[in-house]
């Protein structure tokens, strides 16, 4: 099985300044067609998950262009260019290669 | 809108069994590829199965190997998960989930097929206790 980890476990971010996280799979998600299988959600309080991103940078629908994902192979990022206050919430990065589907344990973004 | 509703949880004695429905609406259910989802208390997603659009393949994590049955009716737009012999550890919140991808214009078959849950529903809470 392919096993996430995701640093920080919890991030606290002033509204306006970046933010990042960081996502490590422990087999690489690079496809041979060149693509990145990773997937990023947030998961706000008392709510379901929704998609960020997915093959490793690209925006789902509705998303804000202040959210980025980038990184190949093993190692991932998901930043955050300028946090709001509706950021807040636990992220969660997910292999979407091959099953068992597996996702990071979560960082959970805080305002300061 | 595009649309899914859980239902069929509650709490449940261990080693019984429960089915867990999903009503799909707003889209052509019978296109897109479906997941189950869960969420231990305080805790954060785990994967539990996938059904191909047309049910033809099926995949579980192996927590729920061999307990766990995931199916569709897409006459009625209804993605259902059937947990038999259930544990305390079962207890979570399931969360039904549809795939990015519509089967009818991508060939979901190919080696290239990305897994990603676009949308959610509310998801239906599991308890397992005595």
């Known amino acids: 099985d392919i096993v996430m980890t995701q640093s920080p476990l919890s991030l606290p971010v002033t509204p306006g300044e970046p933010a990042s996280i960081s996502c490590r799979s422990s087999?690489?998600?690079?496809?041979?067609?060149?693509?990145?299988?990773l997937n990023w959600y947030l998961q706000k309080s008392g709510q379901s998950p929704h998609l960020l991103i997915y093959l490793g940078s690209n925006r789902a629908s509705g998303v804000p262009d202040r959210f980025s994902g980038s990184g190949s192979g093993t190692d991932f990022t998901l930043q955050i260019s300028r946090v709001e206050a509706e950021d807040v919430g636990v992220y969660y990065c997910m292999q979407a290669l091959q099953p068992p589907l597996t996702f990071g344990g979560g960082t959970e973004v805080e305002i300061k | 809108q595009v649309q899914l509703v859980e239902s069929g949880g509650g709490v449940v004695q261990p080693g019984r069994s429960v089915r867990l429905s999903c009503l799909a609406s707003g889209f052509t259910f019978s296109d897109y590829v479906m997941y189950w989802v869960r969420q231990a208390p305080g805790k954060g997603l785990e994967w539990v199965a996938v059904i191909w659009f047309d049910g033809n393949k099926k995949y579980y994590a192996d927590s729920v190997k061999g307990r766990f049955t995931i199916s569709r009716d897409n006459s009625k737009n209804t993605l259902y998960l059937q947990m038999d012999s259930l544990r305390a550890e079962d207890t979570a919140v399931y969360y039904c989930?549809?795939?990015?991808?519509?089967?009818?214009?991508?060939?979901?078959?190919?080696?290239?097929?990305?897994?990603?849950?676009?949308?959610w529903g509310q998801g239906t809470t599991v308890s397992v206790s005595s």
């Open positions: 087999q690489s998600l690079l496809h041979s067609n060149g693509y990145n299988y």
């Open positions: 989930a549809r795939d990015l991808h519509d089967c009818s214009s991508n060939n979901c078959y190919l080696r290239d097929y990305y897994y990603t849950m676009e949308v």
